[in-house]
C-alpha cells in the first residue's frame, strides 16, 4: 500500500512538494482554503477578463520551477515567452540595453557595448561592477543593503536607476536602502553570471494558476491523489504513525484524515499558530517575525488592437510626479485574447497602496500616456487595481530565514520564506517544496 502525504497550502511551493511527493509514488491529498490554486500567485476573473492577482517575469535560471513545469506536462512553447535579458525603456525615456544570443558572457559584453541610453562612465561603471563580483564569487564578507553596495562599487547615478534599483525592486521586492545586498548578488549570479540562456526572460502566456498550479493538481489526481480546495486545516495531531488533519469546507465539510507525512506550505502567518499548537512554538515565533512588502499590479484595458511597440517596457518610477509605474505588459502580445490588455506593476508598493485605487489607475494611466507619447492611452476603458498586501517578505540583510525541517518527524514546512539564497520568488517557493518533500520522505 502505498505511503500518503498531506500538503497544506496549494500555493507554488505546496503544488511543488506534492507533485514531487506524487512523483514518488505517494498518494496525496492536496488542501487550499482558497477555490483557486496558486496562492500569491493567481488567476483572478474581473471584468470577463482572465487576470492574475500580479503580473510575473520568471528567468531561464529557475531550473526547478522549469523542471517540474515539464513534469506536469506543461509545454513551455505555448505557457512562456522567451526573451533575451532586457532593459528597454520607452524611447527617450531611459536607457536600451538587449543582450545578444550569443555564449555568456560575450552576450553582455556586446550588450553594454550596443547600448543606448547610457554614458561612457555608466558603462564602465557597469563593467567594473560584474567583474569585481565575478572576482568576489558574488559573495560579500558581511551583507549590507543593495544601495551600500552600489555606493561601494562606485555606481553612477543614472545606472542606479535605471538598471540597478528596478532589477531590486522585481527581484527582491524591497527598496534598495532595505533590500539585502548579499540575495540581490545571489540573483545576479544565477542570471547575469551564468550561462546565456540562465539570464532569459520568461513572460507567462497562461494566467499564474494555469502555468503550473493547475497542471499540479492534474498530476495529482492522475496518480490516485486528490485537491481539496475551499478546505482549510484547522489543526495538525501527531500521532505514533503519522498525522491526523482536522479540516472543514470544501465539499466534505468537517473532516479528520489521517497521512504518513505533511508538508506545511500554507504561507507564515498561517502556519505559525498549526507549528505553535504542535509544540514548535519557537519556529512559530521565527514565521511570526516576518515584516512584508506588497506588490500592486494595475491593468488597463484599451480598444483592442491597442499595442506597445514591445511585449514590455520598463518605466522610471518617480512618485513624486505620480509617476508609480515600474513596468508595463502588453498582455496582448502574450494572449491574442487580451488585445489592447497592459498590466503596470508596483513594487514595494506601500506607498502606492495606500492610494485610493481609481486615484492610482488615473495616475498610471496619465503616467503611459506621457512616456509612451500615445494621448489615447489616458482614457482606458476599464481599469482594475489588484494589491497583494503580504506578496513577499521583506528581503533585508542578515534576515534569518527558517529551515524546511520543523523538527518533528513527518512534519516540514515550505514556502519562499524558508532559507533560500534566493529571495520571495517562484523559483524559491518552488525549490523550498521539493525540499520539504524530500525532507519528509526520510521519516521512515
Not at 401 to 418: E, N, W
Amino acid at each position: 500500500m502505498a505511503n500518503t502525504a498531506a500538503v497544506v497550502g496549494a500555493g507554488w511551493a505546496g503544488c511543488a512538494a506534492a507533485v514531487e511527493l506524487a512523483h514518488a509514488g505517494y498518494h496525496v491529498t492536496l488542501y487550499e482554503a482558497a477555490r483557486t490554486l496558486g496562492g500569491r500567485a493567481r488567476a483572478v476573473d474581473v471584468n470577463g477578463a482572465r487576470l492574475d492577482n500580479g503580473q510575473h517575469i520568471l528567468l531561464g535560471a529557475y531550473a526547478e520551477t522549469l523542471r517540474l513545469m515539464r513534469l506536469a506536462g506543461v509545454d513551455r512553447a505555448q505557457a512562456i515567452l522567451t526573451l533575451p535579458l532586457q532593459m528597454r525603456y520607452p524611447p527617450g525615456h531611459g536607457m536600451d540595453f538587449v543582450a545578444p544570443r550569443l555564449p555568456a558572457p560575450l552576450h553582455l559584453a556586446i550588450a553594454l557595448l550596443r547600448a543606448r541610453g547610457l554614458a561612457g562612465a555608466d558603462k564602465m561603471a557597469l563593467a567594473r561592477f560584474s567583474t569585481t563580483a565575478r572576482w568576489m564569487d558574488w559573495t560579500l564578507h558581511k551583507d549590507c543593503s543593495v544601495s551600500e553596495l552600489l555606493a561601494r562599487f562606485d555606481q553612477t547615478p543614472r545606472l542606479i536607476q535605471l538598471m540597478w534599483r528596478p532589477l531590486c525592486l522585481a527581484a527582491l521586492n524591497t527598496v534598495p536602502e532595505r533590500a539585502s545586498a548579499q540575495v540581490f548578488l545571489h540573483v545576479l549570479r544565477d542570471s547575469l553570471g551564468a550561462r546565456r540562456s540562465s539570464s532569459d526572460m520568461l513572460l507567462p502566456k497562461a494566467d499564474l494558476t494555469a502555468l503550473f498550479p493547475a497542471a499540479a493538481g492534474a498530476y495529482i489526481e492522475a496518480r490516485g491523489g486528490s485537491v481539496r480546495t475551499g478546505t482549510k486545516v484547522q489543526a495538525l495531531r501527531a500521532q505514533q504513525d503519522g498525522w491526523q488533519l482536522d479540516a472543514s469546507g470544501g465539499a466534505d465539510g468537517q473532516t479528520q484524515t489521517r497521512a504518513d507525512v505533511v508538508v506545511l506550505a500554507a504561507g507564515a502567518p498561517a502556519s505559525a499558530p498549526l507549528l505553535a499548537a504542535v509544540g514548535q512554538t519557537a519556529l512559530a515565533a521565527q514565521l511570526d517575525a516576518f515584516d512584508y512588502e506588497p506588490i500592486t499590479t494595475c491593468y488597463l484595458q484599451y480598444a483592442a488592437g491597442t499595442r506597445l511597440d514591445l511585449p514590455f517596457y520598463a518605466l522610471v518610477d518617480d512618485p513624486a510626479n505620480l509617476h508609480f509605474g515600474q513596468f508595463v505588459f502588453d498582455r496582448g502580445q502574450l494572449d491574442e485574447v487580451q488585445s489592447g490588455l497592459f498590466a503596470v506593476v508596483i513594487s514595494a508598493a506601500a506607498e502606492a497602496a495606500a492610494m485610493e485605487r481609481d486615484a492610482l489607475a488615473d495616475a498610471i494611466a496619465a503616467q503611459l500616456a506621457s512616456v509612451l507619447g500615445q494621448p489615447a492611452l489616458r482614457q482606458p476603458l476599464w481599469t482594475q487595481v489588484i494589491t497583494e498586501k503580504r506578496a513577499t517578505f521583506a528581503c533585508t540583510p542578515g534576515l534569518l530565514r527558517p529551515q524546511v525541517a520543523s523538527g518533528l518527524p513527518g512534519l516540514a514546512i515550505a514556502g519562499d520564506y524558508t532559507a533560500s539564497n534566493y529571495p520571495a520568488t517562484l523559483e524559491a517557493a518552488v525549490r523550498s517544496g521539493v525540499a520539504a518533500a524530500r525532507a519528509v520522505q526520510t521519516r521512515a
